[in-house]
């Protein structure tokens, strides 16, 4: 094989090599985006959850303390009613 030969070979495989390398930076590069777009998200998706629990939460919340105060006054109003202080 002639040296023209040779280096031509070379100057390929080099070629090729560093082809190949620039499209496995590119395909890991586009890896990296695809997985912080979804860890992103994902994120976002827990955060909405996170927050419609807290709603959620709340209202229950809310809830409870108005059943407790009506069961309070129904008490309060029973033992004026049973002590006669609920006539005015």
Not at 41 to 66: C, D, Y
């Amino acid at each position: 094989m002639s040296s023209a030969q040779q280096n031509f070979n070379a100057g390929q495989t080099h070629g090729q090599t560093q082809a190949n390398a620039e499209d496995w930076m590119q395909s890991t590069k586009d890896s990296a985006v695809a997985a912080a777009d979804r860890a992103h998200a994902a994120a976002n998706t827990t955060g909405q959850t996170a927050e419609q629990n807290k709603q959620e939460a709340a209202g229950f919340l809310q809830q409870t303390k108005e059943q407790v105060t009506d069961m309070a006054q129904s008490a309060v109003d029973s033992v004026k009613h049973t002590l006669g202080m609920d006539k005015k």
